[in-house]
T-cell receptor
Framework: GQQVMQIPQYQHVQEGEDFTTYCNSS?????IQWYKQRPGGHPVFLIQLVKSGEVKKQKRLTFQFGEAKKNSSLHITATQTTDVGTYFC??????????FGKGTTLSVSS | GAVVSQHPSRVICKSGTSVKIECRSL??????MFWYRQFPKQSLMLMATSNEGSKATYEQGVEKDKFLINHASLTLSTLTVTSAHPEDSSFYIC????????????FGPGTRLTVL
């Protein structure tokens, strides 16, 4: 069945370092979404990418959607302690439901 | 942005009892709501898709007689865990998709269920 894979599962960085998480789908996606879940919290929508090769930026966060619309990445420049959490990518499965990757948990030490 | 609430936020119950969790979209109408389950340090696993006025669609491996879903209005979906057992202990999160074409889902704060 359809799968969405994310790597790495965990990443620890020093504050100020960059961070990247990668997402790969077993099937071509019509769109990909990214969510952030803080420790003890619930997922919060960050962004949706729709077009092949699309790149979107939100302050220090850069999101990319691959040309084949099967992979995506989230890059954080100069991480801060507020970036701590788990970042999930999600792609649509049959109907309107989403299938989530396993997430990348980011920890940042100051 | 759109707000989704869940109640209760935490519940502890004895094995064999049933627990109802409510999911409400507070400032928008949700034609579709989703119920997820999340184990510690794991991803969200979709349990079922709840459509207003119709039967829920359950994912493979999810027992529909154990996890009863009702979506009686455009702002409320309920999940009832029947005859709960310790292995049902988990974090249950609902999300709602609005009427707009944008695909984002708005998540509730989740319900932590502990079955003793």
């Amino acid at each position: 069945g359809q799968q969405v894979m994310q790597i790495p599962q965990y990443q620890h960085v020093q504050e100020g370092e960059d961070f990247t998480t990668y997402c790969n789908s077993s099937t071509t996606l019509s769109n990909i979404q990214w969510y952030k879940q803080r420790p003890g919290g619930h997922p919060v929508f960050l962004i949706q990418l729709v077009k092949s090769g699309e790149v979107k930026k939100q302050k220090r966060l850069t999101f990319q959607f691959g040309e084949a619309k099967k992979n995506s990445s989230l890059h954080i420049t100069a991480t801060q302690t507020t970036d701590v959490g788990t970042y999930f990518c999600a792609g649509p499965q049959a109907g309107t439901a989403l299938i989530f990757g396993k997430g990348t948990t980011l920890s940042v030490s100051s | 942005g759109a707000v989704v609430s869940q109640h209760p936020s935490r519940v502890i119950c004895k094995s064999g009892t049933s627990v109802k969790i409510e999911c409400r979209s507070l400032d928008f109408q949700a034609t579709t709501m989703f119920w997820y389950r999340q184990f510690p340090k794991q991803s969200l696993m979709l349990m079922a898709t709840s459509n207003e006025g119709s039967k829920a669609t359950y994912e493979q491996g999810v027992e529909k007689d154990k996890f009863l879903i009702n979506h009686a209005s455009l702002t409320l979906s309920t999940l009832t865990v029947t005859s709960a057992h310790p292995e049902d202990s988990s974090f249950y999160i609902c999300s709602a998709k609005g009427l707009a074409a944008y695909n984002e889902q708005f998540f509730g704060p989740g319900t932590r269920l502990t079955v003793l």
